[in-house]
């Protein structure tokens, strides 16, 4: 199946596999399998090959397909470090996009907060939770692993007498040394949008 996002796509692996090919594999970090890489993406089994994206068993024509590709393509050797956590309005370049993060990315969760609250650990196995070690205040504080070396914590606030439902996504620290500031931005909208396919 082919989409408008498939030139970028193949662009982008032909990129990442002529560029790191002895490396993509360490750097990712993935499996390798064939001509292929294995990991998971979006809470997803995904396998990346210099042609296509599978996740889930299905090819990623559209937007996580890019995002994943575009990982591929901006592999490094540095490792997350996770700790302390940024907003996104706190990485360079970032102005443009901020609208659009909070609107894709924590606005939508507001109404499935006592949900994802309920649901917090089938979404933690899923999308790659880990306990976190610092101190974050909020009802409820999530941290899950979109992509390996990229994490994002999201804190939530149930509602009350006195105040509404709220939910706010902080990113790694380095999180951009492995997408640029748009990736990072969808890569916060397909994450939630994966939190609230999980809520049954």
């Keep these: 199946m082919s989409s408008n996002y498939m030139p970028i796509i193949q662009a982008n692996l032909t990129r990442a596999f002529d560029a790191h090919t002895?490396?993509?594999?360490?750097?990712?970090?993935?499996?390798?399998?064939?001509?292929g890489l294995i990991f998971r993406?979006?809470?997803?089994?995904?396998?990346?090959?210099?042609d296509t994206v599978i996740l889930g068993g299905r090819e990623a024509t559209g937007p996580r397909g890019v995002i994943i590709s575009l990982y591929l393509k901006h592999a490094a050797a540095d490792t997350c470090i996770a700790e302390p956590w940024r907003a996104f309005a706190e990485l360079p370049d970032s102005r443009p996009y901020v609208g659009a993060f909070a609107s894709h990315t924590e606005t939508p969760l507001v109404p499935h907060v006592a949900k994802i609250a309920a649901r917090q650990e089938v979404i933690s196995n899923a999308l790659a939770g880990a306990p976190l070690t610092g101190?974050?205040?909020g009802d409820l504080v999530l941290q899950v692993t979109p992509l390996p070396k990229i994490r994002l914590v999201y804190i939530f606030y149930l509602a009350d007498e006195d105040f509404p439902a709220s939910a706010k996504c902080l990113l790694s620290n380095n999180a951009d040394k492995f997408?640029?500031?748009?990736?990072?931005?969808?890569?916060g909208e397909y994450t939630s949008r994966a939190m609230i396919s999980?809520?049954?």
């Design 22 to 35: 002895d490396r993509l594999a360490q750097w990712l970090p993935a499996e390798e399998d064939r001509d």
């Design 41 to 50: 993406a979006f809470g997803a089994h995904c396998r990346v090959t210099p």
């Design 135 to 137: 101190r974050l205040s």
């Design 179 to 187: 997408l640029p500031v748009d990736g990072l931005a969808d890569v």
């Design 198 to 200: 999980l809520l049954g």
